[in-house]
C-alpha cells in the first residue's frame, strides 16, 4: 500500500497554486468565447433572415380566395407552395413543390403561354377576335395551354408535335378546339418548331404557298408575325399607313409563330412570376431551387430572381439522360456521349420522360446558364420510381419531370448533407393524367425495358454516398429537344 501511494506521488503533482489559478482562467475565457462566438453566430444569422424577409413583397392582392377571377386567365399563377411530406420527414429538411400542375391548362406553361400572348398584344403585334392564328411546335404542354389562353381570349390555335407524345395530351388540344399536325421527331434540328414557324408564315395565303408572306415588323427574330393584308401596305415604301389602313390591317388575321425557346417571355413569365412567388411563399427563407429544362425558361427565369434576392441560393438543374444540358453545367460543353456514339439503345420515341432534356442552348436557357450552381443527372428508373413513390406515401400523382426534379431535390440535399429544415424547392409540373399512355403505363414501360422499381428511392434517401447516386446509369437513353 504504501509503495503504491508513494508510487503515486512521484506520478501526480498538485499544481503550484498560481498554474491552478491560470488553468481555471484559460478554461473559463475558453468557455465565455466559445459562448459568444455562437450567440453572435446566431445573432448574425439572425439578422440577415430578417434583412432577407424585409425584402420580400407582402401579399399580392391577386391571391385568389377572397375575390373573383376574371376567367380562365386570372386562374393562372399564384400556385400553392406544397411541403412533400415522405420526403422532407425522412430527409429532416423541407421539400417544397411548386403545384404547376393546379394551373387552368394544368401545367406551368401556362404562365409562359399567357405571357407570350399578352406580350404580343401589348407590343401592337396580336388582335383578338381577328381571325388570327397561332402556331407553336410542342411536345404538348405548351400546345395545350396555348390553346386553351387562346379561346379564352379569342384566337385559333395550330401546334406542331411529335407523334410520340402520350396520346392524351393530343385528345386534349383537340378538345380544345386546336387544329394538330405531327411530325416524326427530329433530333437536333427542331423541325416541329421549323414547321410552326413556317406554317405562321404562310398563314393567310394557304392556297398559294408560293406567294411571298407579307411580314409584319417584330422586335426580334425569334417571333414572327404574317399577315393577310396585302404585301403592298406592309411595305417600307409604302411610307405611313392612314388610319384607315392602319386600322384595317388590325382587322385582318395574323399567323404569329409563339417560339417559346427564343421567345424572352418564356424568361419573363417566371422571373416577373414564379420566382417571386416563391421567395413571397418562403418569406424569403429559401437554400436552394432545382428544375429540368424543355426550353430553358423555368430554370433561367425563376433562379435568376431567386439569385437576385440571395446569392446563397443554390439553383440546381435536374437533366435526364440523353440531353446535352448536364455536361454543359458539369464541364462546360454541351454534349452528350449516346448521341456522339451513336449507342442510344431506344430511339427517341421510345422516351419516358417529357417535356425536359435539350441538346442546343436556347435564349431562354442562356438568359439563366451562369446562375445554374449544379446539375444531376437522372435515369428513367429512378424518375419511375419516384412517382410510385409518391403516391405510395403522399397520394402526390405527378408527370415524368416533376419526378425527375424530387429525385434530383433528394440527390442535392444527400450531397449537400442538409438534415436542418433546409427549404428546397422545386416545380411540381403537371399531373399524372397526362402520362397515362406512357409514364404512369406499366406495359409501356416493360416494353421499353423500364422496371418499376420503388425501393430505388427508398434506397436513395438511406444511402450516404453522393457520387454513387450521381451515376445515372439506368442506359436508357431519353429525349432531346423536347418541348
Ligand atoms: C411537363 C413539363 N415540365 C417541365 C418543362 C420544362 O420547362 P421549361 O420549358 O421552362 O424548361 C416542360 C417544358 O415544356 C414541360 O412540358
Redesign the pocket.
Known amino acids: 500500500m504504501s509503495t503504491l501511494s508513494a508510487w503515486m506521488h512521484s506520478w501526480f503533482h498538485f499544481p503550484k497554486a498560481s498554474t491552478a489559478r491560470h488553468f481555471f482562467y484559460g478554461i473559463i475565457l475558453g468557455f465565455s468565447l466559445s459562448i459568444t462566438s455562437t450567440s453572435l453566430a446566431l445573432y448574425f444569422q439572425d439578422r440577415r433572415r430578417k434583412q432577407l424577409e424585409k425584402r420580400f413583397e407582402p401579399r399580392p392582392i391577386e391571391i385568389r380566395c377572397d375575390e373573383i377571377i376574371h376567367g380562365v386567365a386570372g386562374l393562372i399563377g399564384n400556385t400553392p407552395l406544397v411541403r412533400i411530406n415522405s420526403l422532407s420527414d425522412a430527409l429532416g429538411v423541407e421539400i417544397l413543390g411548386k403545384a404547376?400542375y393546379l394551373n387552368p391548362g394544368g401545367?406551368?406553361?401556362d404562365r409562359?403561354a399567357l405571357r407570350m400572348i399578352e406580350d404580343a398584344e401589348r407590343q401592337g403585334l396580336l388582335y383578338p377576335h381577328t381571325g388570327s392564328r397561332i402556331f407553336e411546335g410542342?411536345?404538348?404542354?405548351?400546345g395545350i395551354s396555348i390553346a386553351t389562353i387562346a379561346k379564352a381570349k379569342g384566337y385559333d390555335t395550330t401546334i406542331i408535335m411529335p407523334d410520340d407524345v402520350a396520346e392524351e395530351k393530343v385528345q386534349a388540344l383537340l378538345a380544345l378546339g386546336a387544329e394538330v399536325e405531327r411530325v416524326r421527331p427530329a433530333s437536333i434540328v427542331d423541325k416541329k418548331q421549323n414547321l410552326a414557324r413556317d406554317r405562321a408564315a404562310h398563314f393567310g395565303h394557304p392556297s398559294n404557298p408560293n406567294t411571298r408572306p407579307s411580314m409584319i415588323r417584330t422586335s426580334t427574330s425569334s417571333i414572327l408575325v404574317s399577315s393577310s393584308a396585302p404585301e403592298e401596305i406592309l411595305d417600307e415604301r409604302h411610307g405611313i399607313l392612314s388610319v384607315e389602313e392602319q386600322d384595317e390591317l388590325r382587322r385582318m388575321p395574323r399567323g404569329f409563330f409563339a417560339d417559346?425557346?427564343e421567345n424572352r417571355s418564356?424568361f419573363e413569365a417566371?422571373f416577373f412570376g414564379t420566382g417571386p412567388e416563391i421567395w413571397r411563399q418562403t418569406s424569403g427563407r429559401v437554400d436552394a431551387f432545382i428544375?429540368?429544362?424543355?426550353?430553358?425558361?423555368?430554370?433561367?427565369?425563376t433562379g435568376r430572381y431567386l439569385k437576385t434576392m440571395n446569392d446563397d441560393v443554390l439553383v440546381v438543374l435536374a437533366d435526364p439522360e440523353g440531353s446535352g444540358l448536364y455536361n454543359k453545367i458539369k464541364h462546360g460543353v454541351m454534349f452528350d456521349r449516346r448521341e456522339a456514339e451513336g449507342t442510344k439503345r431506344r430511339h427517341q420515341v421510345d422516351t419516358v420522360v417529357?417535356?425536359?432534356g435539350?441538346n442546343r442552348l436556347t435564349h431562354?436557357?442562356e438568359l439563366g446558364l451562369d446562375v445554374i450552381d449544379d446539375a444531376f443527372r437522372i435515369t428513367d428508373e429512378e424518375a419511375v420510381a419516384m412517382s410510385r413513390y409518391l403516391v405510395q406515401h403522399d397520394g402526390f400523382f405527378l408527370?415524368?419531370?416533376?419526378a425527375c426534379?424530387l429525385v434530383a431535390c433528394v440527390k442535392l440535399v444527400k450531397k449537400m448533407g442538409w438534415k436542418n429544415g433546409e427549404r428546397v424547392t422545386t416545380?411540381l409540373?403537371?399531373s399524372g393524367s397526362?402520362h397515362y399512355s406512357k409514364f404512369w403505363n406499366d406495359a409501356y414501360l416493360t416494353k421499353a425495358n423500364i422496371t418499376v422499381r420503388t425501393h430505388l428511392i427508398d434506397d436513395l434517401l438511406s444511402s450516404e454516398n453522393p457520387i454513387v447516386m450521381d451515376s445515372g446509369k439506368s442506359g436508357f437513353a431519353t429525349p432531346i429537344s423536347?418541348?
Open positions: 404547376e401545367s406551368v406553361k409562359v410542342t411536345v404538348g404542354s405548351t417559346q425557346f418564356n417566371h428544375s429540368g429544362a424543355g426550353t430553358g425558361g423555368t430554370i433561367s427565369g417529357e417535356g425536359i435539350i431562354n436557357m408527370g415524368s419531370s416533376s426534379n416545380i409540373c403537371d397526362r423536347q418541348e
